[in-house]
């Protein structure tokens, strides 16, 4: 079983930035998951923002999967030693307010958008 425990987030005037991060704690082996982040805005689905791989890549070039409206503002990256997430976010805007999840599982699991271990979200919102 796997908790994650999700820090960071909060207001930022447009063009700021945030940094989100989701540690994890039980017992399981952090490198072999793959881990993503998601947000949810209100009266809007659920998405899928970025994703990095375990062992194993996202992308067959090696990188991370982004989302179009996260491409070069946004960076996941893991710290294997520390058990713990992160979501550097630059050049905010407005259209990024929502609540903002990271997950963990399978790769499969996770690309697919369907992971079984969630944070408990954090709310960022970002005023123009």
């Known amino acids: 079983q796997m908790q994650l425990v999700q820090s960071g987030g909060g207001l930022v005037q447009s063009g700021g930035s945030l940094r989100l991060s989701c540690i994890t704690s039980?017992?399981?082996?952090?490198?072999?998951?793959?881990l993503s982040w998601f947000r949810q805005a209100p009266g809007r689905e659920r998405e899928q923002i970025a994703c990095?791989?375990?062992?194993?890549?996202?992308?067959?070039?090696?990188?991370?999967y982004y989302v179009d409206s996260a491409k070069g503002r946004f960076t996941i990256s893991r710290d294997n030693a520390k058990n713990t997430l992160y979501l550097q976010m630059n050049s905010l805007k407005p259209e990024d307010t929502a609540v903002y999840y990271c997950?963990?599982?399978?790769?499969?699991?996770?690309?697919?958008?369907?992971?079984?271990?969630w944070g408990q979200g954090t709310q960022v919102t970002v005023s123009s």
């Open positions: 990095i791989g375990d062992s194993s890549n996202v992308n067959d070039d090696g990188t991370p």
């Open positions: 997950a963990a599982d399978g790769l499969e699991a996770v690309v697919t958008g369907y992971p079984d271990y």
């Open positions: 039980g017992l399981f082996t952090f490198e072999h998951y793959a």
